[in-house]
């Protein structure tokens, strides 16, 4: 498909954490979309956010990888904005945006009475601080119509006790979603948060790997299996395409019917 075709034809898009899992697929959905720029941000996996890049340039939109670790908070930010700035204008001539997602994220799971200061700061960097401070550098150059699509987690539903301060930053950027949404209204954005169940990525990959853990995952959704980063994808590319243009401020269900 050329650039000039599909919904998401000369968008310009930024999604975090694109080089591996959900966001690897958002941004192929994207591409596969006809969007023209997409940046791919990674925090130190450069090879697996360069075949990403490789993949979008080969369903014909433009990318570049951006390298930005984010629990350094406010300067990895500043460092990954700059790097989008410098990689937009090279690209695509004039420095805008149609769609953000915010999805790059850390979940350690560490027992509350365990938690460090230092691990807390670092969860809390990732999953709002960063996406946060994105949002308000990429504001002034988000152009009508666009899309704001915040990561968060089915844990905002479910009780998470193994993972305590990863649902509490998901239910920050859950709140921070509801308070912009009408910030954003006035320019026909939308603001939306996407709440993933257990899904094959990286981030699961050492627990799934035991069957029984697996089988226990699988058995809390409706579909009785885990959900692929695809399927979250999907949802995403919706919510970020212009059929959704009547949805804002919500957060949607994407476990697969976990815990209904
Ligand atoms: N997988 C699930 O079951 C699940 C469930 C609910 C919600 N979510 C949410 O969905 C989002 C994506 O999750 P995923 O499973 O696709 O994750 P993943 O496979 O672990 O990939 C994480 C992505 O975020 C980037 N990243 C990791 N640590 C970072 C840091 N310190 N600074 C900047 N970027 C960093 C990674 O870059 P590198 O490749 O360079 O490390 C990678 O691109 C997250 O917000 C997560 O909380 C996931």
Redesign the pocket.
């Known amino acids: 498909m050329s650039t000039s075709e599909g919904k998401f034809s000369g968008k310009v898009a930024l999604v975090?954490?694109?080089?591996?899992?959900?966001?690897?697929?958002i941004a192929k959905k994207l591409a596969a979309g006809g969007a023209e720029f997409i940046g791919v941000?990674?925090?130190?996996?450069?090879d697996?956010?360069l075949k990403v890049v490789e993949e979008i340039k080969a369903l014909g939109s433009k990318a570049v990888a951006l390298?930005?670790?984010?629990?350094?908070g406010i300067s990895?930010v500043k460092k990954l904005w700059a790097a989008f700035e410098d990689a937009v204008r090279s690209e695509v001539g004039s420095v805008h945006l149609d769609i953000l997602i915010?999805?790059?994220?850390?979940?350690p799971a560490i027992p509350f009475e365990e938690t460090s200061i230092e691990a807390f700061e670092?969860v809390i960097?990732?999953?709002l601080k960063?996406p946060y401070f994105i949002t308000q550098a990429a504001s002034p150059f988000i152009r009508n119509g666009g899309r704001i699509v915040n990561?968060?987690?089915?844990?905002t539903r479910i009780a998470g006790p193994m993972n305590t301060i990863?649902s509490a930053s998901?239910g920050a950027i859950e709140t921070l979603t509801l308070a912009l949404a009408p910030l954003f209204a006035p320019k026909d954005i939308t603001v939306n948060a996407i709440?993933?169940?257990?899904?094959?990525?990286?981030?699961?990959?050492a627990w799934l790997a035991d069957p029984e853990a697996r089988a226990g995952a699988a058995s809390m959704s409706a579909f009785g299996r885990?959900?692929t980063?695809e399927e979250?994808a999907d949802v995403v590319a919706f919510v970020a395409s212009e059929e959704a243009r009547w949805i804002t401020g919500q957060f949607i269900d994407a476990?697969g019917g976990t815990r209904l």
């Open positions: 975090t954490g694109a080089s591996r899992g959900i966001g690897a697929e941000h990674y925090a130190s996996n450069r697996a956010a390298g930005a670790e984010l629990t350094t990895g915010n999805n790059a994220g850390i979940a670092d960097n990732v999953n960063a990561i968060s987690t089915g844990f990863y998901k709440r993933p169940g257990v899904t094959d990525t990286d981030m699961n990959k885990v959900g980063a979250v476990t």
